[in-house]
């Protein structure tokens, strides 16, 4: 029945809502988990386990129809206490039950939809927000006094050594036993200073990184290896001290010795530094050109939107007006300030100025290019980023007339070749507009696109020399010629020959030679020369195009039948393609026919006639350069790693320290790429590390380092090299007698 379809719709609307309470509960505390330990894992467990609390909480499948009934009788009178009748089959009720069912269903169908089901919904949303809020000052308070956001500082890496070389069992190893990493970012930034036990170090670009170590035992030396870059420690009491200023990324280890020689080494770590981005600067709601009569009101108010990572320090308009054209053109800039004060150190700001042009000194036919420029804080030099340029016009109220002269240039394409861009704005216009318009408006406006589609058609026609009177080519029959033939033999004259264009006959467009009568004695001989001569009074031939261009705007025309065909049958999504195809070649052939006005070409050195054609050549000499070029052959080092891990995998030869020397000058060649893609050459690096600690020195472990080092390097370029000669007796025969004969 109607009704119980209701009362069921009510039913798991009340569901619905319960299982939407739980779902914002879970989102609310897996966010907080979160944003608390910076670890996924943990937030979508978070979001898991409070999901199946709320659930289980809320117990959504639990409300069934009759808990729908109870609610209905309650806070609907119209249900009069009989909403529960909606659920009974009619053969079971009696007629009087009947009457009742059909009473209430009749009354409660109006009224039902609008009732809300119990929830709260409002509570569970308030939760969530607060609970993401909770997170994120959870979050910054760990990450501002030191601690970290996933977990204690012991569970972060920290650094270890191995030995290099097979050590005694009496041989006591110094133990670091602990590590602290100060970054002290740049003063602009105004970030704390950050103390880690991570060796991964990420941080801003210009920032002072200290690295202090304290070993347990007897240490004489301590050194950093950086890309290849040796940096000793300084010792200070107990502790090594180092400290560098970030300036680029890369990955390092650290080595130390002990009291009796022998070397250690540690894991390969990175250094990663972080740029500190220019500023954003955008402009709104002001159009990239803008154009002003004599006589309106010359102002400009610009909108600014400028933000920064760390703070932006300082902005402002650079303004050029351009006076006069051509050679006498003449620029002047000036440095507009804003009126508002611009705090420093602030991360967003908006900025409006007005601009005045009539202040700017702007006459008719000058143009003002302008755009902002805003600076940052970073020192020692800032960072610098600007808007896109915007331009202002005084339209000029002095219409020149040119002519042309000589062998001077013009630009021989029409105002109309930027129409049909119209066209595609108005076409896209209609089709977003079609939902809200009548369906005869609609026609109506995509019959007239069609006929606006025609005329552009028809100018391109007029361009190209179609539909042109014009005398017809050299030894070809006229028109006119022949329809007065024909009309002589018929004996009557057609009256409308006057007015209109015979574009009926069999032969329209003279695709065949017509010949006279064989007894016509004034047929004119045919021009031995036709076939040789460009005739301009040819309308195919008198176009301003060459062949290629004449053949892309046939192609044109051809694509625009097409848009207008669908614009006629009202299809105007249809017609779009059409329409940008035909824009496309339009827009080429106005790039490749365009013609400049000045012409510079080769100008060549003036010729002393004396010496003109006299055959001299003494004085002439030609140019010969030869230079020699020594060939370097890209990853040389890696090359021959791999060259030598094969050597030891077979145990031709053992471990030394020319193959320690040669592998850190592999992985420095990797390094420069691994910076860019650390996921593809992080695990070779780490695999060439690990082959200075003795304890890796295995074939496994030597033939799994080949293997990504194979896997990495790139292939080997083409080496220029001097072709070889195949020279056979005869041929050196050959060449002798050449000689003799010189």
């Given at each position: 029945?109607?009704?119980?379809?209701?009362?069921?719709?009510?039913?798991?609307?009340?569901?619905?809502?319960?299982?939407?309470?739980?779902?914002?509960?879970?989102?609310?505390?897996?966010?907080?988990?979160?944003?608390?330990t910076h670890n996924l894992f943990y937030g979508i467990i978070g979001f898991m386990v409070s999901a199946g609390i709320a659930l289980f909480v809320l117990k959504p499948w639990s409300i069934s129809s009759k808990n729908a009934v109870d609610?209905?009788?309650?806070?609907?009178?119209?249900?009069?206490?009989?909403?529960?009748?909606?659920?009974?089959?009619?053969?079971?009720?009696?007629?009087?039950?009947?009457?009742?069912?059909?009473?209430?269903a009749s009354q409660l169908e109006p009224v039902l939809s609008r009732l809300k089901p119990p929830h709260n919904i409002f509570k569970a949303t308030l939760v969530m927000f607060g609970l993401i809020l909770l997170g994120l000052a959870?979050?910054?308070?760990?990450?501002?006094?030191?601690?970290?956001?996933?977990?204690?500082?012991?569970?972060?890496?920290?650094?270890?050594?191995?030995?290099?070389?097979?050590?005694s069992s009496a041989t006591k190893i110094p133990e670091l036993i602990k590590t602290t990493i100060t970054v002290q970012y740049p003063n602009y930034t105004r970030k704390s200073i950050l103390n880690t036990t991570d060796p991964n170090i990420k941080a801003v670009q210009g920032s002072n990184l200290i690295w202090n170590l304290e070993f347990d035992g007897n240490v004489q030396a301590v050194r950093m290896d950086l890309m290849g870059e040796r940096i000793d420690f300084t010792k200070r009491d107990a502790s090594y001290q180092l400290t560098?200023?970030?300036?680029?990324?890369?990955?390092?280890?650290?080595?130390?010795?002990?009291?009796?020689?022998?070397?250690?080494?540690s894991d390969l770590y990175s250094l990663e530094m972080v740029k500190d981005e220019p500023p954003l600067v955008q402009i709104e709601g002001l159009d990239s050109y803008s154009y002003f009569e004599f006589d309106d009101d010359e102002r400009l108010m610009l909108n600014a939107n400028i933000s920064d990572d760390f703070g932006i320090d300082d902005a402002y308009i650079i303004a050029t007006v351009s006076k006069g054209s051509g050679e006498s053109v003449k620029f002047r800039e000036e440095t507009i300030r804003f009126t508002k004060t611009i705090p420093k150190g602030n991360k967003q700001m908006e900025l409006q100025q007005p601009l005045d042009l009539d202040a700017l000194k702007m006459d008719p036919g000058?143009?003002?290019?302008?755009?902002?420029?805003?600076?940052?804080?970073?020192?020692?030099?800032?960072?610098?980023?600007?808007?896109?340029?915007?331009?202002?016009?005084?339209?000029?109220?002095?219409?020149?007339?040119?002519?042309?002269?000589?062998?001077?240039g013009v630009d021989l394409m029409p105002d109309y070749f930027r129409s049909q861009r119209q066209l595609i704005i108005d076409t896209e216009k209609l089709i977003a507009e079609k939902p809200n318009i009548s369906e005869k408006d609609f026609k109506f406006r995509s019959n007239e696109l069609g006929f606006d589609q025609k005329q552009l058609r028809l100018k391109y026609g007029q361009f190209m020399g179609d539909e042109t009177e014009m005398q017809a080519a050299a030894g070809a029959v006229s028109h006119e010629q022949g329809e007065a033939d024909h009309g002589s033999e018929e004996g009557e004259a057609d009256l409308l020959d006057e007015y209109s264009h015979k574009h009926d006959s069999d032969n329209e467009h003279n695709l065949v030679e017509e010949h006279g009568h064989e007894n016509e004695e004034t047929e004119e001989e045919e021009d031995p020369l036709h076939d040789y001569l460009h005739n301009h009074s040819d309308p195919e031939e008198s176009t301003l195009f060459e062949k290629s261009l004449k053949a892309k705007l046939r192609d044109a025309l051809n694509i625009m039948w097409d848009a207008e065909l669908h614009l006629r049958l009202y299809e105007p999504e249809k017609s779009l393609p059409f329409q940008y195809d035909a824009l496309a070649i339009i827009q080429e052939i106005k790039n490749s026919a365009r013609i400049y006005v000045h012409?510079?070409?080769?100008?060549?050195?003036?010729?002393?006639?004396?010496?003109?054609?006299?055959?001299?050549?003494e004085n002439i000499t030609n140019y010969d350069k030869r230079q020699?070029?020594?060939?370097?052959?890209?990853?040389?080092?890696?090359?021959?790693?791999?060259?030598?891990?094969e050597t030891l995998s077979q145990g031709k030869k053992t471990f030394d320290a020319n193959d320690s020397a040669l592998f850190v000058d592999a992985g420095n060649e990797l390094a420069q790429k691994a910076i860019s893609q650390p996921l593809k050459y992080i695990k070779v690096l780490q695999g060439l590390r690990d082959l200075e600690k003795a304890a890796n020195r295995s074939k496994e472990n030597y033939m799994e380092v080949q293997k990504g080092l194979l896997s990495v390097l790139p292939p080997m370029e083409d080496i220029p090299m001097k072709k070889t000669r195949y020279d056979s007796e005869i041929n050196l025969l050959y060449l002798k007698e050449l000689g003799v004969y010189e």
């Open positions: 029945m109607m009704g119980a379809a209701s009362i069921e719709r009510f039913q798991k609307r009340w569901q619905q809502s319960k299982y939407m309470e739980a779902l914002l509960y879970a989102i609310g505390f897996g966010g907080f988990v979160y944003l608390l609610y209905i009788d309650a806070h609907l009178p119209q249900a009069g206490f009989s909403s529960g009748l909606l659920l009974s089959p009619s053969n079971e009720l009696s007629d009087l039950s009947k009457l009742q069912q059909f009473r209430v959870g979050g910054f308070i760990l990450t501002r006094y030191g601690g970290s956001p996933g977990g204690n500082s012991s569970t972060k890496k920290q650094i270890t050594f191995a030995p290099k070389d097979s050590l560098k200023n970030l300036e680029a990324s890369g990955f390092y280890s650290f080595t130390f010795k002990d009291a009796n020689g022998n070397d250690y080494v000058d143009e003002l290019y302008f755009y902002v420029e805003a600076l940052d804080q970073k020192t020692p030099s800032p960072n610098v980023a600007r808007s896109e340029t915007y331009f202002a016009v005084i339209r000029d109220t002095v219409t020149d007339m040119f002519a042309v002269e000589g062998n001077l012409r510079i070409g080769f100008d060549p050195p003036p010729i002393k006639e004396e010496n003109r054609l006299s055959g001299d050549v020699e070029f020594e060939y370097q052959k890209s990853f040389a080092s890696t090359r021959q790693a791999i060259s030598r891990l």
